[in-house]
């Protein structure tokens, strides 16, 4: 069994076939699938979807710096709104992306260092995008890892000294399809890094795995994955299994 750790299955890619998606995920062996938030367009379509899969389809909160706009305080009140009124497994996603546009970069980090607070008020891990900016991110969690900040960098891909910077400040890379990418150069990296730092996901829609690159990602991609971390690490798909899905239950209390 597998445990995707970060998808957006509620985005409307899936309008067409959400149903049968899930169910082609449930077959591939995917245990759960773990849905980071964007912002309060999507959390109704989220939370109805986690509440017509209890167990299967797990929620986080929070504000996707993509998001992070002129009146972003406003998004981050509704958030702290729901934090109030119910439990999620992290918060997240949240972060910095120096790649679309730096225009609201101040607003980024503002929005960054108010989600990191949360996450240590509520004591949840947090799920970190770093899209260009994985080392302006890790100078950020720095500051809080002594005071108990955990979580994941999502969609990992950068080089092996950030790789392990960001697990000595006892955090998880979160890999991704961009492992099955030829020129990625990612498999080089991972296979000087323990297993146990690991957990895997789709982020789909995005970044599907070969031989499906291009086309919209699904959960059920999962085990191309976790094939490719075997081959990459000399490991059993089996143990890529156990080790991956017991840092998943580890990281988000599943």
Known sequence: ML????????????DPDRAAMIRRALDAGISAILMPAIDSETHPTMLQLEADYPGRCLSMIGLHPCSVKDGFQTELDQVEALLKQ?????????????????????????AFERQIEWALEYRLPIVIHSRESTDACLEIIKKHTPRGLRGVFHCFGGSLSQARAITEEGFYLGVGGVLTFKKAGLDQVLKEIPLEHIVLETDA????????????NEPAYLPLIAQKLAEATGTAPEEIARITTGNAKKLFAL
Request: cysteine-free; charged content about 25%; hydrophobic content about 35%.
């Open 86 to 110: 119910r439990s999620f497994i992290a918060i997240g996603e949240t972060g910095l992306d120096f790649y679309w546009d730096l225009s609201f970069k101040a607003q980024q980090e503002a």
């Open 205 to 216: 829609p995005y970044l599907a795995p070969v031989p499906n690159r291009g086309k919209r």
């Open 3 to 14: 445990i995707d750790t970060h998808s957006h299955i509620y985005s409307k890619e899936f």
